[in-house]
């Protein structure tokens, strides 16, 4: 934490209708005047821990390290949920204690984690709605000019912490490989849960050939290495950027083709085996 | 204004869609190059000059002072509204003279206001619609670099600048604390006029003791430390982090719940009272 | 380029909804943490090239020199398309080769173009879906750092890269001047493509006194200096900010009024000449 100038990520579902975000911007530029402050979106559905636990873990490392990630997504605000701050690989994280930092912590190798109870560092007074500019903003700005995780409350286990069940891609019983969509992004792509290990794996273990991708009562036959591989409004099934399945259609919206939603199940299977059945 | 990195914030209209802020920020980069930009919002509803009083006047005291805020909420640009300058409690805002700093002038403590009219300080030439890139932002950039108010124009007085009329909540002659709806947040917060300090009164001065607000044919008859005071999917009132009373739906929206639009009246009443009639 | 903070500016089609403008940040700072990044906008109509055209053109010269403008508006990402950096009046540009610079270039005066080739400063592995990640942003880093446009990959011409047939306004056979709605900005006012230059040669050729300005079944007699020359809900034509013949309504929203739509004709005609037919 040696950094002249630390960066601090905002991610949150406050939307930008409203000064919420300015005014968390205002509480940390005041306390650490060359803290330089990105957003990541604000624009995480209400209330979406998966959304944004899937944000979180697709972004962090593409900072450097140092940075210090904000995430307030916090439906219980004011309520019983704890605080906490931990580092990994370098970064830091401070979130609600809901779930959204499931995906970041899913390969269980943190440094340290914080519940974050440390009054002399909050604004104050604490109110019971707006903890994004009472908690969340200071306690950043404290460890960007140096603070320790450690500082801001009692040291707690990775076991403590609430996670999501985020469904992880399965083989079922029928020998195809199950996941769902787990977003849908600003361009209608539909984000699904089965990575390309996860994919592989099954080609393998399953020794399949010939697959087709399930969605619905729609099969696609093909995984292509990009949108243009196939014509203009045709349907094309890609590994995307974060190594997930992703379903698109070339320059259009696949979420209102196929009337796609998230949860939505989404199969992998081999048509031969499909075939002798 | 010794500040090596002053801050600029930004308030307008102008939406996300087109290039106008980006512009702005560009004309402000060009004047000084190590002042700090941070977007308060843009989102304004546009021509909501009452909306982007309530979000300057409860954003601006969490930045450090010296800053410099630019509120171009502006449906009267290119004819004869003024633009202003002021200073107060340390704090710089450039506004069109259109009662958008009604609620920052609210207490009549202004250290100094002057009509911006000081043309060598404007981009040239300059154009009838977008003032935001040729007078407010070259403006809020020359004070960035320690220009003073009194260049930019003759000094004038509090009561020569326009005021809204924004309703502050009465006691109605049946014995009720009368507000009304001001803004509808991201979340479907209602935020109402009535602040903590009007409702205490009220409660002392009518010995109140037992109370319910109404909203249309609602009535709620607890305010609530926070939002998971109730279960899931109800109403809950709270004062919420502006020290104004909001009418909430604990985790959904409450806007929706109960089709309730700004403007709309919210009564605070005793319960004893109204069951003596 | 030995400016100390150097700007890039970011233009895309990207949302704010999704982390992935956030990722290109983090991308950027992590190549050069003191450069400053400035959002064009990131809500261009998907795969809307003219409209970024219009909007980048309408921008880069507000900021300073030795900007670097990065530009992905790009639905043929991961395809054959090229990618292109070109250098032009001291700013900086980098951008898919699909006729998003056309508006930039009209004016045939660039001083270096190249085709971006050079994978060493590229994210490794290349995506074949998120070029913003993994090409853009840290070629645009690099510059900013002090690289060099021909360390980018090898010199191509002007004539090599893709231009749009951005429709010029023209004098038709019925000598009127044609054009076309090229943007709806965020307040409903219709950009249109008659540049203030255009308009001026058409009344002195064709001898014009009294026009009137027609959009379909309306027509508009005068054009005025200021959005309140007429009252409000009215509707009004002006040269705005970008020096293009704009359709208006006073402090209302013309797309609605005029249910108009973007590539819609707009004519300039002469009074006295269709009176005489």
Known sequence: MKEVNPIITLLTDFGLK?????????????????????????????????????????????????????????????????????????????????GVLSLVVQDEKVDEICAVTNEQYFLKPVSNTFHGRDVFAPVAAYLSKGGEIRHMGKKILLSDIVTLDIAAPFVSSAHELVGNVI??????????????????????????????????????????RSYDSVKIGSPVVIFGSRNLLEISINQADAGTYFKARVGQTVKVKSVTKHKSR
Request: charged share 25%.
């Open 18 to 98: 409203d000064e919420y975000v300015g005014v968390m911007k205002g509480v940390i530029l005041s306390i650490n005047s060359s803290v330089r402050i990105v957003d990541l979106t604000h624009n995480i559905t209400r209330h979406d821990i998966a959304h944004a636990a899937l944000a979180i873990s697709a972004s962090f490392r593409y900072f450097p390290k140092g940075s210090i990630h904000v995430i307030v997504v916090d439906p219980g605000v004011g309520g019983r949920r704890k605080v906490i701050c931990l580092k990994k690989e370098g970064h830091f994280f401070i979130a609600p204690d809901n």
């Open 183 to 224: 977003s849908i992004d600003h361009f209608g792509n539909l984000i699904t849960s089965i990575d390309q290990e996860a994919f592989e794996r099954f080609r393998q273990e399953e020794g399949v050939k010939d697959i087709v991708i399930s969605l619905g009562r729609f099969n696609i036959k093909t995984i292509s």
